[in-house]
Nanobody
Framework: QVQLVEYGGGLVQAGGSLRLSCAASGRTFSNYAMGWFRQASGKEREFVAAISKSGLITRYEDSTKGRFTISRDNAENTVYLQMNSLKPEDTAVYYC????????????????WGQGTQVTVSS
């Protein structure tokens, strides 16, 4: 089992920044690719970003490219999502997820999930 806990959500004005953290425990963190997903009210969960086990490969949803940065610290068992130039449409609950295989944009293939953290961007 892998336990994931997200931190860092909150309320921010449009154009502002937030940094989300996801702390992992239970298994060897570096054995898992990590992803960030989000779910806005009334909408399906959608892919945001993913990072490979080593951190060398990253993938982003088109609307977040250039604004969001995913990174990981395997020594600290933590994955991060730096979010800049936030827009009201970024408002959602953000989830981190772990996958034993490689990175994927498909939420259905991730093995473990955190409880989520709310991000609200006001206009």
């Amino acid at each position: 089992q892998v336990q994931l806990v997200e931190y860092g959500g909150g309320l921010v004005q449009a154009g502002g920044s937030l940094r989300l953290s996801c702390a992992a425990s239970g298994r060897t963190f570096s054995n898992y690719a990590m992803g960030w997903f989000r779910q806005a009210s009334g909408k399906e969960r959608e892919f945001v970003a993913a990072i490979s086990k080593s951190g060398l490969i990253t993938r982003y949803e088109d609307s977040t490219k250039g604004r969001f940065t995913i990174s990981r610290d395997n020594a600290e068992n933590t994955v991060y999502l730096q979010m800049n130039s936030l827009k009201p449409e970024d408002t959602a609950v953000y989830y981190c997820a772990a996958r034993f295989e490689g990175t994927s944009l498909d939420a259905n293939v991730y093995d473990y999930w955190g409880q989520g953290t709310q991000v609200t961007v006001s206009s």
